[in-house]
């Protein structure tokens, strides 16, 4: 068991290790803070140069999906394609004419 002078000692050193400790921890967030500073900066202008680019010509930024239709696919025929009979034609009562 060592004296109380030896325990002081010992005491002393280990505060003072801690003392070290703390001090590099403030260190270290102050270049933590930094660098996040520096990192925010360099987004801000990458974001505003890739939108200008977009902006540019330089392709859609977001692809867009294909949507589905409701309506029965026929292939690709036009209107003037399309058989007489799918259309039927009802002729007037002459008392709607009127």
Do not use: N, W
């Not at 939108?51 to 696919?73: D, M, Y």
């Amino acid at each position: 068991m060592g004296s109380l002078v030896e325990l002081r000692e010992i005491r002393r050193r280990l505060e003072q290790r801690v003392r070290d400790l703390e001090r590099c921890i403030v260190a270290k967030d102050e270049l933590i803070e930094s660098l996040t500073s520096k990192l925010h900066r360099y987004q801000s202008v990458v974001h505003i140069a890739s939108a200008a680019a977009a902006a540019g010509g330089g392709g859609p930024r977001k692809q867009r999906a294909l949507g589905i239709s409701a309506e029965p696919h026929r292939g690709q025929l036009s209107l003037h394609d399309l058989p007489k009979d799918i259309f039927v034609t009802y002729p007037k009562s002459q008392r709607s004419v009127t």
